[in-house]
């Protein structure tokens, strides 16, 4: 499995854009890009996910570097809520998959008042 | 509220005895996962199951064993429990077997095991 890079930790103020890098030199062409979060004392949750192109939903917008070997989850206004670890995943979808998610370390964002 | 639930929500046991954890997927969802989080190894995959068989493994030890039933629910074994057990175990389920790319996977509550 195509392993991510994140940072341990970031720190961001509310209601400003946060932006957490991802890093995934050895990601091959059947691998998407997934993202979840964990918020306290809950179960991860999706939260986007892409291959190519940029994409925006309604929690976040998932920009992809033009040679995918990293990526940005984007965090349009941060609020208290969106403090959680954030997991980078790289999901391959080639044949013999069979989903299973493989979590780094994460991103513990701090959203401070 | 993801639709995936888990029972129980805590437990607590000793070394040495056996646990059954139990999870009800999404409605509609042919796909299970389990997880295990521990404060040292993160978030592991375990098992997965779709539609009543098991498709995939991970690090999962040999005193545990988990199995899908014919209404798609879950149970996850643990036996011969010991301290380094202790540790959040999540289901997850998902609609297939994620061959496409949109496939997302629905987490439960969790199931906080401590074993003394």
């Known amino acids: 499995d195509a392993k991510t890079t994140q940072p341990n930790s970031m720190e961001s103020n509310e209601e400003e854009p946060v932006h957490l890098p991802c890093n995934h030199s050895t990601i091959s062409g059947t691998d998407y890009i997934h993202w979840y979060r964990q918020l306290p004392s809950q179960g991860p949750e999706y939260v986007i996910h892409g291959l190519t192109s940029n994409v925006n939903n309604r929690m976040a917008s998932l920009a992809i570097a033009e040679d995918r070997k990293s990526s940005t989850l984007i965090l349009h206004r941060a609020t208290l809520r969106d403090a959680a670890v954030y997991y980078c995943i790289l999901r391959d979808v080639g044949q013999g998959n069979t989903g299973k998610l493989i979590f780094g370390q994460g991103t513990t964002l701090q959203v401070k008042p | 509220d993801s639709g995936v639930t888990q029972t129980p929500k805590h437990l607590i046991t000793a070394t040495g005895q056996r646990v059954t954890l139990r999870c009800s997927p999404r409605?509609?969802?042919?796909?299970v996962y389990w997880y295990q989080q521990s404060l040292d190894q993160g978030l592991q995959f375990l098992i997965q199951y779709y539609n009543g068989e098991e498709r995939a493994k991970g690090n999962i030890l040999e005193r545990f064993s988990a199995q899908q039933f014919p209404d798609l629910h879950s149970e996850l074994n643990l036996s011969s429990l010991e301290l380094g057990d202790s540790a959040l175990y999540f289901c997850?389920?998902?609609?297939?077997?994620?061959?496409?790319?949109?496939?997302?996977?629905?987490f439960g509550p969790g199931t906080r095991l401590l074993v003394l």
């Open positions: 409605s509609g969802d042919l796909s």
């Open positions: 997850a389920s998902s609609v297939g077997l994620a061959g496409f790319s949109g496939e997302t996977q629905y």
